[in-house]
């Protein structure tokens, strides 16, 4: 049979049999549907995960001590310096320095009563246009001049705004100077970003707005080459510390915080 007469007789036959020809449309496209989530699934760099519950019931406990600033304390520094901070309807607030009225001293703050080994720390926090900030964890209080000496810092920062925010492992959702994150998902300054971070053992995740943007292990061959290229190469105890503190960095700029609790794993 020729290509015309085959022509004729499949039109013959999905004209007598129409079901064969709802089949195949169906056919098609079920395939074209298949393809493009499949292409969709590949473009996604970091899955979203289900939102976690906060609540005291599953565990989680408040950072924040009411509409003040009790519970909270400089590090190693004089807790007149404080001043720049302030809390109001459960929105712990930094002024920025340039603007700030007589002390304008660099203030990074202690918000943990105690130290944590194994723990989910979950917060909400926004920027200045601009603005640079961070949350460092397992932080030794004593012994050390700066947070960083010890603690690893989760970066916070207004990407687009701010000349860091084209630096890769200096941009929001960073393990600051060590891990870029795999997907950039902040929000523009002056927005409410939601952030996690996990510590366990050796190994720590950063999550923002949903994503888990990185994870890493200390001792691991990715965080042994990151290390020797950082900052931090001359402070071996950054990373090393099985507990410390939770600290929030004074970067200068202002920058807004609600929501901090945690839990311990």
């Excluded at 603690?151 to 929001?172: C, P, V």
Aim: aromatic share 12%; proline share 3%.
């Amino acid at each position: 049979m020729d290509g015309r007469f085959a022509e004729i007789h499949d039109l013959q036959v999905s004209l007598k049999y129409p079901i064969l020809q709802n089949s195949l449309l169906k056919n098609v496209f079920c395939l074209i549907g298949f393809t493009w989530a499949v292409w969709l699934s590949g473009c996604q760099v970091a899955p979203k995960n289900a939102e976690t519950e906060i609540s005291e019931e599953s565990g989680w406990t408040s950072l924040f001590h009411g509409n003040d600033l009790s519970g909270i304390r400089i590090f190693t520094g004089d807790p007149k310096q404080l001043k720049r901070w302030s809390m109001e309807e459960g929105v712990l607030a930094l002024a920025a320095r340039d603007r700030a009225n007589g002390d304008k001293s660099k203030v990074d703050i202690i918000v943990t009563d105690r130290v944590y080994a194994d723990f989910e720390l979950h917060f909400e926090w926004k920027v200045s246009a601009g603005g640079n900030g961070g949350i460092f964890y397992r932080v030794a209080e004593s012994g050390y001049e700066l947070p960083w000496h010890t603690g690893l810092e989760y970066q916070l920062l207004d990407n687009k705004g701010h000349k860091e925010g084209k630096i890769e492992t200096h941009r929001a959702g960073d393990l600051f100077d060590l891990i870029a994150s795999k997907k950039d998902a902040s929000r523009p300054a002056l927005e409410w970003n939601t952030s996690r971070i996990v510590a366990q053992g050796k190994r720590f995740e950063h999550w923002l707005n949903g994503y888990k943007v990185l994870e890493i292990e200390i001792g691991s061959e990715a965080w042994e080459t990151a290390y020797a290229k950082s900052k931090y190469v001359d402070y071996p105890s950054v990373g090393a510390l099985p507990e410390g503190h939770i600290v929030i960095q004074d970067h200068g700029d202002a920058i807004w915080f609600r929501n901090l609790k945690i839990r311990e794993l």
